[in-house]
């Protein structure tokens, strides 16, 4: 008999702790809600400087359609309590030589927070040897993170498009020769960026979308549409806030 009221009274408090254990935990997974983590606020002002040629200055696209106006517009909507400006040191038809001179020229102060390189399309689509490339990319390099306030992480290169994909490129030569020679600009341009700690995007890909896709192509039948900067924006941004909240 007592056998049997101790197996009743073991069985009772069996239940009654596998109860509580059950209220704690539903009290652990509906308790208080997550706090979200606060964003980051940034610096009063921001400085952001584009480097390069056709494909920063937004050749045949309006000007608040080429990348870098579309990035800053972008991160005032983000940062409303923040005050962005923009600087471009841009043609189109530039080379690494053309760009070297041009930012020797105006000589802009090295105060900028964020600095964005792209360019080597015309020191292919010219001819040039490309040991200049090798030369000039270095050194262009150096001088954005001089400029980024001697900061290599307020430094983001683009890789070069590739216009193959496009009209013009189909009428100058077809896809194999000059997505080739750009995949060599570019290779070389990210294992330079890779080895030296810089950021480097990919945004070529994008652009050999252009014969599938023709409204990202410009009406010129070669530069990227304004929906083609759009996507350039999209992959860039989440990279450039985390190099302003750093």
């Not at 239940?15 to 539903?26: K, M, P, Q």
């Not at 690494?96 to 000589?107: F, G, K, P, R, W």
Request: glycine share 6%; net charge negative; with cysteine.
């Amino acid at each position: 008999m007592k056998s049997q009221i101790k197996q009743i009274v073991t069985v009772i408090l069996s239940v009654f702790l596998l109860s509580c254990s059950a209220d704690e935990t539903n009290s652990e997974t509906s308790g208080d809600p997550i706090v979200s983590i606060p964003k980051i606020p940034l610096a009063s002002k921001i400085k952001y400087l584009a480097l390069g040629d056709s494909y920063t200055i937004g050749q045949s696209v309006c000007e608040t359609c080429r990348y870098p106006e579309q990035l800053n517009a972008s991160l005032k909507a983000i940062y409303p309590e923040t005050s962005f400006t923009l600087n471009i040191i841009a043609k189109t038809g530039w080379t690494t030589s053309n760009l070297i001179s041009a930012v020797n020229e105006q000589n802009p102060q090295s105060n900028y927070d964020l600095v964005t390189l792209l360019i080597g399309v015309n020191n292919q689509y010219q001819g040039r040897d490309f040991s200049i490339y090798e030369k000039e990319f270095p050194e262009l390099v150096t001088k954005a993170i001089t400029l980024a306030k001697g900061d290599k992480k307020n430094v983001i290169v683009l890789s070069i498009p590739d216009y193959a994909y496009t009209p013009f490129g189909t009428m100058f030569g077809g896809t194999t020769k000059i997505s080739n020679e750009i995949s060599q600009y570019n290779t070389f341009a990210e294992n330079y960026c890779k080895a030296n700690g810089v950021l480097f995007i990919s945004i070529t890909d994008i652009t050999q979308r252009g014969i599938q896709n023709p409204d990202l192509v410009a009406p010129d039948g070669l530069h990227p549409s304004k929906e083609a900067y759009t996507l350039f924006v999209d992959r860039i941004l989440p990279k450039v806030k985390v190099v302003l909240q750093d």
